[in-house]
């Protein structure tokens, strides 16, 4: 069965740091992309940041560039979102999607952010 888990969401304070983790399985599943959104309370979901698990070229949000960044393991289908300098703005649930190569994606449970002033 393919799923997608996030973790390390978390209350932080603004200025801090967070690393945001997604693991997509089985390990075998053959991915094309992963990427992050985030969503608010009533509105719609918002891309964050997106890599091609083939070629490694990445795209940010411009919202974020500069202060997120991201990192990958390959071997074991995870994806890292490395956040700096919070602020409360991004206080968002942040979800991990992840595509293979025959363009199935599957989306995570959600990780809840929240950065306080």
């Known amino acids: 069965q393919e799923q997608v888990v996030e973790s390390g969401g978390g209350l932080v304070e603004a200025g801090g740091s967070l690393r945001l983790s997604c693991v997509a399985s089985?390990?075998?599943?053959?991915?094309?992309?992963m990427a992050w959104f985030r969503q608010a309370p009533g509105k719609e979901r918002e891309f964050v940041e997106r890599?091609?698990?083939?070629?490694?070229?990445?795209n940010y949000a411009d919202s974020v560039k500069g202060r997120f960044t991201n990192d990958k393991n390959s071997a074991e289908n995870t994806l890292f979102l490395d956040m700096k300098t919070l602020k409360p703005e991004v206080t968002d649930i942040y979800y991990c999607?992840?595509?293979?190569?025959?363009?199935?994606?599957?989306w995570g449970q959600g990780t809840q952010v929240t950065v306080t002033s």
């Open positions: 999607n992840a595509k293979t190569i025959f363009d199935r994606e599957n």
């Open positions: 890599i091609n698990t083939i070629s490694g070229s990445t």
């Open positions: 089985p390990r075998s599943l053959s991915l094309h992309d």
